[in-house]
């Protein structure tokens, strides 16, 4: 009964990076299409400490409805406008292909199995949608042979997750908010290469999670209709900070990079506290990530590191291989033996240190308490490249689980 | 050697108010006459809690050099400029009564003495300066026996500390930013006497103090200088809340009173953290009020009560008389008999108190603990007249100590 052609398994598998923004995406115009205020720009994180891995399969043989297993958890896709966007948006693009060339299977015809696993924890507070979609475009784009290119597919991915569109490229990524109605200009552009400034290095704080107040998209939302500071963010401050650090990064320039990073990080975490009823991402612990990072800097005269924080308590801090030391040293002082994830690929320079890259007399005593008490894990990482086809290391198992291979 | 009239010693005592913003001060548009960039818009706290009491004294038998003794501590006169202008406009003021008429002693030519104390810690965190300032300016106002009214001398007030010239008035008051140069229309208005609208009350949270991390002067000047949605708020936000918020008081409206409150503290904490470097007041002891006050007004469908935070992280919740219960009776039920400051003359409505006036099990379970651990005191308070003039009831001893009568 079972045809030949009924039994074939098409399947692609693909990993995708986290991104960090550095100008941050808070609000949208659209919030179907996910079509942002404000443009907004991010580092690619780099694959060897944090990745989802996604199979896309399709086969005749699959029950007809799309399936879509997350860290082992099989989702309901039909209550998800979001997916069901993204693979509605990749099944017309196939189709058109199928379209134009008979000879193609008609893959876009059958029931889709989608496998995706992080290897981090969802509860980090990292922007595991971003990768998640961007992994999940990107197989499906795969397993369909979709010629569109990152930035093309980067639209799609978008209405997945707006933030997703930047971890379709590795590297310097912006997201350009674009003017048109549909969306059609709303996409990730890579303003550099990895390979441009490979030396930027992000340590994340994982601040020990209380439950997280407000969704991010609830919470744009709350923002866009209530802050009366919010506008002027949007059309005034961000733009400007765009073109000057998409500058610095053509630069290189650490300094400049650092200052906009850590302001548009308050200028947005400001705009949530004016918000109805306010909205409070950072805590105590967050702040004495901030007055370390300016006690660093001010230590040795220069802006060394920078932090920014999303949705969320965890602060990420940029720095330059050169100062892996100097920064990271300093926090691995901080936190002592107690605290977990200094190691990975990431970990050579701070190997052999004895000290400290700042003396902690120079930094604030009260920060050093807090964050000793508040910060359970790091993560030790740096820019790396965009997603990355995966030929032969991993199958999808009848059950929806990945297999090593 | 010593004629009589050299020996005299003439007198005056007052006692001046605290006041608490609800549309916040901050910002100057020029630092030396303290002329601000925005209006704001306080409530005089009652003087049966609060107050400074200030004797300004005058002699041809003092020494030559004006002298100002603030809580039994002498001060530096000539390095306060803040000080010296005060004393200045007011001595001109008198020597212009002396020119028109010669009868009058001299009062002008003689040394001050003046003896200023407050019945609260400056530790609490509260605005000392405001009282201090306009008790300093009635008191030599009473001395010389000056004809100008509260407004015409809160001008002088607000050279001293920009929210002085608030507390030259009672009830709900007003400071006119003005636009002239000169500073001459930057003065105080009564919007409604305390009579108006005396169930008004005030309940301070004291949250332990850490050393305060930026004075509100310098961090004025940075916001002005750094932050790009200031002048949003300055030119549009607060003007806007200005008009809304006097509309509220004259309609006796709580819940309008209380969300333009709540939304002016926070619109003032965004721009503080959108200064460069980021200035923070409030911590999380701060954050966990916020949540306690959402969480009542939440538990009862109304608004019952409104938080606002000035430059530091106590918490002054208003709520009005009849919901004395509900709200200072939440609050008392989470801070437990550890906490002090339950008492004096607004403590009557909470005397017989069984239950909390929200159950517990309605509020944010974090922020009980964290209140619980982070707040040592609170003061009970009210709405309040202006400054008192006091007659006979101290007076000072050569040594510059006040001596109760």
Redesign the interface.
Known sequence: MTAPSDTKVFRATTTAPVNIAVIKYWGKRDATLNLPTNSSLSVTLSQRSLRTLTTASCSAKYPTADELTLNGKPQDIQSSKRTLACLSALRSLRQELEAADSSLPKLSALPLRIVSENNFPTAAGLASSAAGFAALVRAVADLYQLPQSPRDLSRIARQGSGSACRSLMGGYVAWRAGTLADGSDSLAEEVAPESHWPEMRALVLVVSA?KKDVPSTEGMQTTVAT???F???AE??VPERMTAIETAIQNRDFPAFA?IT??DS??F???C??????I?YM??VS?AA?RLV?DINRAVSRTACAYTFDAGPNAVIYYLEKDSELVAGTVKAILGAGSEGWDGPFYEPLKNLTAPGVALDKVDP?AVEVLKEGVSRVILTGVGEGPVSVKDHHLVSETGGILSS
């Not at 506290?273 to 306010?278: A, F, G, N, T």
Request: aromatic share 6%; charged share 25%; net charge neutral.
């Open positions: 209380e802050s009366g500071l506008a002027t963010r005034s401050v200052e850590m302001r308050n200028g975490h400001a705009t506290l004016d918000s109805w009823p306010p409070f805590n105590d702040r901030v300016h009260r």
